[in-house]
Structure formats: structure tokens, C-alpha cells
């Protein structure tokens, strides 16, 4: 199965969950793809003592996930695309949305 997760938020928790889920997928042999977008594009700067995001997002690339992030996002926040946030396109997020069998958004 293909999985596709929209990620929006900012808030610590539910990106933690989100990426957790993310490599759940993984773990179960499913393909999938995370696209941040809005305030998503923030998940590096988001690291508390109680949910290590980073970390989350580093076992997923070391897994194989695919991550992508909106580059207008980024740019709206005079930022830069990473490894972690690499810059994207809504032509990313729309080949993702039509090749998924399920998308979930966060």
C-alpha cells in the first residue's frame, strides 16, 4: 500500500505522532510519503523535551521515507529548504495525493 501524509501543523505532538505513524508505515513494509506544508515546514525548529522530532524524521529517512515540503511555505518564512525540509513543489504534493492509496493529513 502507498501512504501519503499532509502534515500542517506546528504544534510539537501532533507532528511527533504523525512521523511516528510515518514510520509505522515503513515498519509494516508500506510505502510513504510526508509533504509539509504551512506551518508544517516548521517541524525542525520544533524539538521539545518530550518530543524529539528530529529524531523521528531521521529514522524515517534512514528507512527509506520520502519527505518533501512546500518551498512558497518555506520561503514565507524567509527560510531555506534541508535535508530534512527539502524544498517542494504543489506538483510533489498533487503526485503524491494521485499515486497514494490513502492520504492522511496532520
Not at 508500506?30 to 525542525?44: I, R, S, W
Request: net charge negative; hydrophobic share 40%.
Amino acid at each position: 500500500m502507498k501512504i501519503g501524509i499532509v502534515i500542517y501543523s506546528n504544534d510539537s505532538e501532533n507532528v511527533w505522532n504523525a512521523l511516528r505513524f510515518a514510520n509505522f508505515v515503513l515498519q509494516e513494509g508500506d510505502a510513504v510519503k510526508v509533504f509539509l506544508l504551512g506551518k508544517g515546514v516548521e517541524c525542525e525548529s520544533l524539538d521539545t523535551d518530550q518530543f524529539n522530532i528530529r529524531e523521528q524524521i531521521r529514522l524515517f529517512l534512514d528507512k527509506g521515507g520520502k519527505m518533501f515540503a512546500c518551498g512558497t511555505c518555506i520561503k514565507l518564512r524567509q527560510s531555506e529548504g534541508s535535508e530534512f525540509c527539502p524544498s517542494s513543489t504543489m506538483k510533489d504534493l498533487y503526485e503524491i495525493v494521485k499515486e497514494s492509496d490513502k492520504v492522511v493529513t496532520f
